[in-house]
Nanobody, 117 residues
Framework: QVQLVESGGGLVQPGGSLRLSCKAS????????MRWYRQAPGKQREFVAA?????????NYADSVKGRFTISRDNAKNTVYLQINSLKPDDTAVYYC?????????WGQGTQVTVSS
């Protein structure tokens, strides 16, 4: 019943920006940390960003995206966002949303981000 649905990906030129969204259903995300991962073809899934639970979420970022990506959450909308700016070809990947509960990890199906000229 828990479902995460990512959206907002697409084709963008280097230097461009996108806003990714992850809307949750079947779970109230308020008290859970939310995370974004990405996976490029032939590579392992890697951590991108996280925001802690609660109303005043504290962000954490992979070194490769610090200063370019911003994670945020809107608990009223049961949604987490990832603003991705100054995009590089190496940012090309499927971006996945994740919630880790005491018993399970929940993942969305991902949204494709392609950075290319």
């Amino acid at each position: 019943q828990v479902q995460l649905v990512e959206s907002g990906g697409g084709l963008v030129q280097p230097g461009g920006s996108l806003r990714l969204s992850c809307k949750a259903s079947g779970i109230t995300i308020n008290n859970y940390a939310m995370r974004w991962y990405r996976q490029a073809p032939g590579k392992q899934r890697e951590f991108v960003a996280a925001v802690t639970g609660g109303s005043d979420g504290t962000p954490n970022y992979a070194d490769s995206v610090k200063g370019r990506f911003t994670i945020s959450r809107d608990n009223a909308k049961n949604t987490v966002y990832l603003q991705i700016n100054s995009l590089k070809p190496d940012d090309t990947a499927v971006y996945y949303c994740n919630i880790r509960t005491l018993l399970n990890d929940y993942w969305g199906q991902g949204t494709q981000v392609t950075v290319s000229s």
